[in-house]
């Protein structure tokens, strides 16, 4: 038996995404893990969906998991008549590049198509701006957080939402190396964290 099947998989997933970070990012990341497990209240997500008029879905290459969450965000927004600007980016984005066969094929099957997306890096223009900036995983939070550290509260993991504005660190993991079958599954993940966003604006204000 491999040691490894001996460690707990989140273990094992944290301390990839730790070996991956550098320092500076190491530490946002923790900051944000001690500042959800203590203080919950503090990351309530919602008053950043209601009001921000501009939102920005991050992932690594821009190319699968970011255009979709737009996408499905957009939807959400035009059947409620509200208005509000949504792109994405990549914190490793090669300009310009379509989105992965793979992605564009799961998209058509949801009726988000996807044929004239092109990637773009994400930079501080669109950080400044945003309103409210969803990520897919830690390696996303940890190194946004490091880069742009005055856009922390307005930064959030879009798995992690979750509903009455409770906020958790589940990821929505990268399936590019993977098959058609798990960009599916992470497209699936990625509209229902969508629609857990939008029912903040179905939801009284307080």
């Keep these: 038996m491999k040691l490894k099947h001996l460690v707990p998989a989140g273990l094992r997933r944290w ?11 190491r530490r946002a990341l923790r900051g944000v893990a001690i500042d959800a497990t203590l203080h919950p209240r503090r990351s309530d997500w919602r008053p950043a ?3 921000a008029a501009d939102v920005v879905f991050v992932c690594h290459g821009n190319i699968i998991r970011s255009p979709l969450a737009a996408a499905a965000f957009a939807r959400e927004a035009a059947s409620r008549g509200r208005s509000v600007l949504v792109s994405s980016a990549g914190l490793s984005a ?3 590049e379509p989105a ?12 988000l198509p996807l044929e004239s997306h092109r990637a ?3 930079d501080a223009a669109q950080v400044t701006k945003a309103g409210a900036i969803f990520v ?11 880069r ?13 939402c979750r509903p009455a504005g409770r906020m958790t660190l589940t990821e ?11 960009v599916r599954v992470a497209h699936d993940e990625v509209i229902a964290a969508v629609r857990v966003l939008a029912s903040a604006w179905d939801e009284p204000r307080p």
Excluded at 15 to 25: G, I, K
Excluded at 148 to 157: I, K, S
Aim: without cysteine.
């Design 15 to 25: 301390r990839y995404v730790r070996a991956q970070l550098d320092p500076d990012e």
């Design 49 to 51: 969906v209601r009001n």
């Design 94 to 96: 090669r300009a310009g």
């Design 100 to 111: 992965d066969p793979r992605a564009a094929d799961s998209a058509e099957e949801r009726g």
């Design 120 to 122: 773009r890096a994400l």
């Design 136 to 146: 897919m995983d830690h390696l996303n939070l940890g190194r946004i957080l490091a």
């Design 148 to 160: 742009f550290p005055d856009a922390a509260d307005r930064v959030f993991l879009l798995g992690g």
């Design 172 to 182: 929505i993991h990268d399936p590019v190396s993977g098959t058609l079958a798990d």
